[in-house]
């Protein structure tokens, strides 16, 4: 796939005539990065492909909306995360977990997931990770995972680059907290 500029992708995404062809790059250029975003926050590869394929359903059927102010990745991002959110919460409800325990309940399925094969550390990571607050979580995963800039993650959640840097590094020290116990 030849790369893109956005500009051009957003005239094309605009006229009916092209969108459907400029969709089908849209999807091609950002599966990947959005799947890894997604998969470090639900941890089932099943999980992640199904939240991946309703985040591209979402942007399709909202294209109209779309005005180009933000980049088509920040939307589709803004997209995914709210998708997970909502995954996550009916996911809660269902198997009558309280918040609390969230962390468990996703850990033994990332744990039983065929498609997950880390080791011990690993595990011990995610569960850091799975700790943090809701919030702190998605920051770390995007900063640190994605190497997203602040101001992608600021635009994308609505939240000032300072109050990010800020849970960015309460998430680091809770992480570095949690791995370091019991040493």
């Not at 094969?117 to 990571?125: P, T, Y």
């Not at 609505?158 to 960015?168: E, M, N, P, R």
Request: net charge negative; aromatic share 10%; with cysteine.
């Amino acid at each position: 796939m030849k790369p893109f500029s956005e500009e051009e992708i957003v005239a094309k995404l605009r006229d009916p005539d092209t969108r459907r062809e400029a969709f089908t790059q849209v999807v091609e250029a950002y599966s990947e990065k959005l799947y890894r975003l997604i998969r470090k926050m639900v941890l089932s590869h099943d999980d992640a492909n199904d939240i991946l394929q309703n985040t591209f359903l979402k942007a399709w059927s909202n294209l109209e909306h779309f005005r180009g102010e933000a980049k088509i990745f920040t939307w589709m991002c803004k997209i995914a995360i709210n998708e997970n959110i909502t995954f996550l919460n009916r996911q809660r409800a269902i198997n009558h977990i309280s918040i609390d325990d969230a962390d468990v309940f996703m850990l033994e399925r990332l744990t039983g997931d065929e498609y997950f094969d880390g080791d011990a550390l690993q595990i011990k990571l995610e569960e850091a990770i799975l700790n943090l607050p809701e919030k702190q979580r998605i920051v770390f995963l995007m900063k640190y995972h994605e190497e997203m800039k602040y101001d992608d993650m600021s635009e994308i959640l609505g939240t000032s680059v300072g109050a990010l840097k800020a849970s960015y590094h309460h998430a680091v020290k809770k992480i570095e907290t949690f791995l370091t116990k019991d040493v």
